[in-house]
């Protein structure tokens, strides 16, 4: 039965509550000038939030206004009602009010041992005989009074229940209503009454006997309720009893709380009051001093938006959000509510985003400044600590995407770039009108190609200077986020520390050092002089006299750190180092106000990969625009047509701008070298339809006769032969120079080539030079050099053993000397083809090894074409020998006219090829002729009839094959050559 003490008591009438059991007595002891107050509630008073002083409790020794069973917030049928218990509780009124009134667990005590039925078993066992005897002795023979109790409830509930059976079950219905019309005609027939109108003696006994019998059936229910209640009447005199027994406890108890009160308030005049009144004047001055402290802060903070704009004058960006961050702070914890300032956070809001706009410009144009100044005669950073500035400031307020400004600029200053250069080409040129001729691209097409190369050298010098002076402003970023990555992880280390060392610390605290550190913390806005760090060194080495701890004095040292970040007189320098302490102290200020502006470690890696990517990105811009002057340039060709030698100067540029630009910002670009490649193939396609078109045009011309060689071709093989896969530089005519030699001695080796193969060895030496110079394009050029020398086999296969050579040059007949001569040619191919070889194998990658079997395929068909063309030679004699021999008659005189002519045509088919092939090939090569001479013989012979039999014609015969032998011995290089003649005989049958 709790009260609430909030809730309101209700006025007592007049003397009506005076007489009753709740009026509380006066005690003789109290005075008559203080006031009747009630018991003080049972239950707590709710919290609402506002602090207590000293005297904000609830007093025990203060009477409090009276309490009536009106205060109470439960009534007594609800207490005695409770739906939460089983079953009522018969001992409500007889328990002991106190603080174990309400139900609690009673825990078993330590000292009674635990009783099982186990030790009841003896005695269960003793009186188990006796309760049966018992209980059949009941059974047998009942108690009268419980047989008269039963007989009379029984008579009882009999009678009420016969009674309540003669009650219409109507009224006995959970939803009867009179109100229904139904349950009316019901109750009250009126039916039995006459409708006709007027009364009748039969209607009025009618209603009569309703009335009765309705009155009997109020008398049978009155009855049955009345016999109910004298079945409880125990009972509830029992409640009243405990009732009164209750309000005689309540009374003492009134008396004794009355008697103690009285000596505690005694014991508070003596005791109490002097001692709080002392507190009380304490309390009151530590509000005075904190009450002039915080009109004080209120005199600094009013003074934040104009120290911000002088701050912000003299561009110290950092300083000014740190005054911002630290004012706001102010406010939302220590003059919060302050109504003077309700507008000051929202125009300190505005005034940030103020401030970020205005950073966000002015690193705009501190980049537009500084990219599109002069490359070559300005230093490469400008206005070092305006920068550093200017990206603590932005990474302090997070805004991490000024790299894309950055970008968006340094992709301007790079067009603006090729457009000076090209700009400052032009006048230089004359010939150029830039009034008529407007475009880049197109005055870049009217310089010749020594104008456009050396413009094209100035673009790859100015872009080298912007890339460093890029790198030079990027490593400046790179090394304030590094900075401020380190300051994050040291403030990190120095608040898990703080927190260990502030727990242990706090304890030891002097209170009367707590002045000392109100002054630090407002000394940044208090302080009236130049320096707003001075008082804060002044107050901080005070607190270190006073022993302040760690965790103070790190409280003092971040403000101090935070003045210095923006401190006044600083202008606009500012060292790297007190930048660090004031994204310190930036850290801990923004965590303590709730708001983390300060960016997290993964957005400080992510924005040091970013600037690496814009170094790459700027390497990539330049090498792009270096790209649309190369193509603007190779629009209508003019690259195209370049010569050997400049485009080797070309590519040797491109490539050394590209190791330049590597080298600096560490990345591979491939755009350049993709436009140079593809010039490259232009080029090359170019070069090689020169070549083939220029070999195509010699064979065409070449009438297959020995050439004389001339020395220079003489020195290119004796160049290759020394290793050096090189064309050697063109000398002027000189008196002393060699004439030309019958031979091209190879490893000594003579050979007997045509013109046409000593300019083939210059093309393929083009080729090998050309791929000294661009080595990018040696899978190409080796790719087309294998055409052409495939052209070259095929061509001359056309031409001479195809006879093309009749129609296009004019020969007569296709001659031994002319198939001996392109034998020669195509072995002398064949002997530099293993060095083109090795000389391309080195410069491909290993991964391209595979279209060095170009070279195998060609040499196949080379040996091909040769050993065709030594089956051609040995064809021809063959059709000689058949010819001859069939008409071959075995007479006198001998030897025959027959063999005459043969050997003549050997003689002359050994003078035709004696000079142009070594002297190994010939000996082979009328080996396999006199194997032909032999095979025709022996089918001659054996058509004639000739056997080797001792005969007249067998002597005729062997006379000739002996003047055949002589005759192929006789001539040079044959002397040894076994001609084995006796294979042609028949054997004897």
């Not at 009893?241 to 009355?258: G, N």
């Amino acid at each position: 039965m709790a009260s609430s003490q909030g809730s309101s008591p209700v006025p007592h009438l007049g003397s009506r509550g005076r007489g009753r059991i709740y009026h509380k007595d006066q005690d003789p002891t109290t005075p008559r000038c203080r006031p009747i107050r009630s018991l003080p509630d049972v239950c707590p008073k709710e919290p609402t939030g506002e602090r207590r002083g000293l005297c904000d409790g609830p007093s025990v020794v203060a009477e409090h206004d009276r309490w009536t069973v009106y205060s109470s917030k439960v009534n007594l049928p609800a207490a005695l009602n409770d739906p939460r218990l089983a079953k009522r509780e018969s001992d409500f009124f007889t328990k002991t009010w106190g603080l174990d009134f309400a139900e609690t667990e009673v825990m078993p005590s330590f000292y009674l041992p635990n009783i099982t039925r186990e030790h009841f078993g003896p005695y269960l066992q003793e009186m188990a005989q006796r309760e049966r005897v018992h209980e059949r002795c009941k059974m047998i023979c009942p108690n009268k009074d419980d047989v008269d109790a039963i007989s009379s409830i029984t008579t009882n509930q009999d009678k009420s229940r016969a009674e309540l059976e003669q009650v219409p079950k109507i009224f006995m219905k959970p939803d009867f209503a009179l109100e229904d019309p139904a349950t009316f005609n019901t109750v009250l027939p009126w039916s039995h009454f006459n409708s006709a109108g007027g009364k009748s003696s039969r209607d009025m006994a009618s209603s009569k006997l309703l009335q009765e019998k309705l009155s009997h059936y109020l008398d049978v229910v009155e009855v049955s309720i009345a016999r109910q209640i004298s079945l409880r009447s125990e009972a509830f005199f029992h409640a009243m009893s405990s009732q009164h027994d209750l309000q005689d406890r309540l009374q003492d108890t009134q008396l004794a709380v009355t008697i103690l009160r009285g000596r505690t308030a005694a014991m508070d005049r003596v005791m109490c009051q002097g001692p709080l009144k002392a507190l009380r004047t304490g309390l009151t001055r530590n509000n005075c001093v904190k009450l002039h402290n915080k009109l004080k802060l209120m005199a600094a903070v009013h003074q934040t938006q104009p120290t911000v704009q002088l701050l912000l004058s003299t561009s110290e960006f950092v300083g000014a959000l740190e005054l911002i961050a630290t004012t706001k702070e102010v406010l939302q914890q220590e003059l919060q509510g302050i109504h003077s300032f309700r507008h000051l956070g929202s125009q300190l809001c505005e005034l940030e985003k103020l401030i970020d706009k205005m950073m966000v410009e002015d690193f705009s144009m501190y980049a537009r400044s500084d990219l599109n100044r002069s490359l070559r005669d300005e230093p490469q950073i400008l206005e070092k600590e305006r920068l550093e500035s200017l990206v603590f400031g932005l990474l302090r307020q997070r805004k991490l995407d000024f790299l894309d400004i950055y970008n968006e600029e340094m992709i301007l200053a790079a067009k603006a770039i090729v457009t000076q250069c090209v700009a400052e080409s032009v006048l230089l040129i004359e010939d150029i009108d830039t009034e008529v001729v407007t475009k880049l691209a197109d005055q870049m097409r009217l310089m010749t190609f020594p104008q456009w190369f050396e413009l094209l050298k100035s673009i790859f010098e100015s872009f080298l200077l912007f890339l460093q002076r890029v790198k030079v402003t990027m490593n400046i970023i790179r090394n304030v986020v590094l900075e401020v990555q380190d300051s994050n992880q040291k403030n990190r280390f120095l608040q898990e520390t703080g927190e260990v060392s502030g727990a242990t610390g706090r304890e030891n605290v002097d209170p009367g050092l707590s002045h000392l550190q109100g002054e630090a913390e407002l000394a940044y806005l208090t302080h009236e002089g130049l320096f707003i760090s001075d008082a804060l060194n002044e107050v901080q080495q005070q607190a270190v006299v006073a022993g302040v701890a760690q965790g103070q004095s790190s409280t003092v040292g971040s403000r101090n750190q935070w003045a210095v970040g923006c401190d006044l007189a600083s202008g606009t320098s500012e060292s790297s180092s007190s930048k660090e302490q004031t994204f310190q102290a930036a850290g801990g200020t923004t965590n303590m106000c709730g708001e983390d502006m300060m960016p997290t470690e993964l957005e400080l890696s992510q924005e040091a990969n970013n600037i690496q990517e814009l170094l790459h990105t700027a390497s990539d811009v330049s090498h792009d625009r270096c790209v649309k002057v190369l193509t603007a340039r190779a629009k209508d060709g003019s690259l195209e047509r370049l010569s050997s030698a400049e485009f080797v100067c070309l590519s040797q540029a491109v490539e050394g701008f590209v190791k330049d630009t590597e080298e600096l910002c560490g990345r591979r670009s491939v755009s350049l070298r993709g436009a140079l490649q593809s010039q490259a193939n232009r080029f090359v396609h170019r070069f090689h339809e020169e070549r083939k078109t220029k070999l195509g045009l010699l064979l065409d011309h070449e009438r297959w006769k020995q050439a004389e060689v001339p020395a220079e071709f003489q020195g290119l093989v004796n160049s290759i032969a020394e290793g050096r896969i090189t064309l050697p530089e063109r000398k002027t005519p000189g008196p002393d120079d060699r004439k030309p030699t019958e031979y091209l001695l190879v490893h000594g080796q003579k050979y007997a080539v045509v013109g046409t193969v000593l300019l083939l060895i210059r093309i393929f030496l083009e080729y090998c030079q050309c791929v000294n110079d661009i080595p990018s394009i040696a899978t190409d050029m080796l790719t087309r050099l294998s055409d052409l020398l495939k052209h070259f086999n095929s061509r001359s296969c056309q031409l001479v053993l195809g006879a093309g050579a009749l129609q296009v040059v004019g020969l007569k007949t296709i001659t031994t000397k002319n198939l001996a001569l392109a034998s020669r040619c195509l072995q002398l191919v064949v002997h530099y083809i293993p060095i083109i070889r090795a000389h391309f194998e080195t410069k491909l990658q290993p991964k391209q090894y595979s279209v060095l079997r170009h070279f195998d395929h060609i040499t196949k068909d080379y040996n091909d074409h040769i050993a065709e063309i030594s089956a051609k030679l040995v064809a021809i004699m063959d059709n000689l020998f058949e010819k001859a021999l069939s008409k071959y008659e075995v007479k006198a005189p001998m030897p025959s006219t027959c063999f005459r002519n043969i050997c003549k045509q050997m003689g002359k088919m050994h003078e035709a090829i004696c000079e142009l092939l070594p002297e190994e090939q010939t000996q082979v090569l009328f080996l396999r002729i006199n194997a032909g001479f032999k095979m025709h013989l022996k089918r001659q012979l054996a058509r004639l009839g000739v056997v080797n039999d001792g005969g007249p014609q067998h002597g005729l015969v062997v006379v000739d094959v002996a003047f055949f032998t002589e005759n192929i011995q006789a001539l040079k290089s044959l002397e040894r050559l076994d001609l084995n003649m006796a294979e042609i005989w028949e054997q004897k049958r």
